[in-house]
């Protein structure tokens, strides 16, 4: 059970409190509401820009890790297309630290030319060298379009294409900014041995100043139904053939979502699992393959994605797919198999209460889908996930009109 406490400063931001008196180390996560769903479709990669410039100095920290450093914390960022979070750890004796270098970036970040062509070349190589120059690194960016005809998600984090960051200009820079990077559009986790006055006081003296920005209401588009299979080849310089089979399934907030996560894992997590002992071991027709889900905000893909043994042909291999496929929503998985999936969940929900930055991250997030508490109703959602919710999940969403399938052939 993790235990919270909560309040909202007059400008909105909420402010979680978990107590953990196990460690001296106190973590700081602040998660903002914007992620690259929330770009223009011809500014793309903004959300990403930015977790690289909030690092790039506030006008009265021109730089952000050297004070952090003294203090003994240590930091980092992440963009997704749904939130941007960043988060620190640091001694609790040194906490208010944190808070300093935080409340700043959040208020006056510098927007100094020098800093954006910094970023701009940072972000520009990152994508060269990640999604341009990597085997199977565009990967992801023939899939999303492939996918989603007028969702955003249908570009990655990085952004559709380069030309977008190396036009940004500072006034797209600074307007991307007032309008997301406010305390109302932002959640604050702190994790620690910390006292509950102690973090209001912190609270009010670094964020309750900074002004609340106008929250837009986030208004995108739905993605149509897909009816009918798409297809896209592709040819690149790399070891061997691949295939990316990804199928639309429904949002992170929806029950459905821990039937979703199950089915995974029933067919590829671990070993043991289906499609490893049939494709990998036995039949000997893939190197490798995968069965995931992208676990978005709003409705996310289901991926079944492999690397072809040589000389196994596409239509082998993906009949071998699609028999699994169908053994999967014609038969119930044996009570065996469900058990030991739901026990590898509640290993893994347990493993991540051992960390105290991890239970902020996870804090903030679902503090963003609804209530920070829902956390400790995690492994009951998946204890009540039954047989027949797997096979009737996979007849709904494993359907071939509902599929988008990537051959990625290797020269």
Not at 2 to 15: A, S
Not at 251 to 257: E, G, L, P
Not at 281 to 305: P, R
Request: net charge negative.
């Amino acid at each position: 059970m993790i235990k919270t406490e909560k309040f909202t400063l007059e400008n909105g931001l909420r402010v979680i409190i978990h107590k953990d008196k196990t460690t001296p180390v106190v973590a700081m996560n602040i998660l903002y509401d914007v992620g690259a769903k929330d770009e223009d479709p011809d500014k793309t990669g903004f959300a990403h820009l930015f977790e690289h410039l909030m690092f790039g100095g506030s006008k009265n920290i021109p730089e952000y890790d050297v004070p952090l450093q003294d203090a003994g914390g240590e930091n980092n960022a992440f963009t997704s297309n749904d939130i941007t979070n960043y988060y620190i750890t640091i001694p609790k004796t040194n906490i208010e630290t944190a808070f300093w270098l935080e409340s700043d970036r959040m208020l006056s970040l510098a927007f100094t030319d020098k800093s954006l062509e910094v970023q701009r070349s940072v972000v520009i190589e990152e994508f060269k060298q990640r999604y341009l120059n990597q085997p199977y690194g565009d990967a992801w960016l023939l899939i999303r379009p492939l996918a989603y005809k007028v969702h955003p998600y249908k570009w990655a984090t990085i952004g559709k294409e380069i030309s977008h960051i190396e036009n940004a200009v500072m006034t797209d820079v600074k307007d991307f900014f007032y309008k997301h990077y406010t305390p109302d559009n932002a959640i604050m986790v702190i994790a620690g041995d910390v006292e509950t006055e102690e973090i209001k006081r912190l609270s009010k003296k670094w964020f309750g100043g900074i002004k609340a920005g106008k929250k837009t209401r986030r208004k995108l588009p739905d993605e149509p139904t897909q009816t009918q299979a798409r297809t896209l080849t592709v040819e690149r310089d790399v070891p061997f053939d691949a295939i990316y089979k990804v199928y639309h399934i429904c949002k992170r907030n929806d029950k459905r979502f821990y039937i979703i996560d199950l089915l995974s894992d029933v067919l590829s997590n671990g070993q043991s699992s289906r499609l490893y002992q049939k494709l990998v071991k036995e039949q000997k027709l893939f190197a490798q393959i995968d069965a995931y889900h992208t676990g978005n905000v709003e409705e996310g893909l289901f991926v079944i994605s492999g690397k072809l043994i040589k000389g196994v042909s596409y239509e082998l291999a993906e009949k071998a797919i699609n028999e699994q496929i169908k053994i999967i929503t014609n038969e119930l998985v044996s009570d065996y198999e469900l058990q030991k999936v739901k026990n590898k969940v509640e290993s893994a929900l347990l493993f991540e209460e051992s960390s105290v930055l991890d239970k902020a991250m996870n804090l903030a997030y679902f503090e963003l889908l609804g209530d920070s508490d829902n956390i400790n109703l995690e492994n009951q959602k998946y204890n009540a996930v039954t047989k027949e919710d797997i096979q009737n999940e996979a007849k709904k969403v494993l359907l071939s009109e509902n599929c988008s399938t990537l051959y990625y052939k290797s020269k």
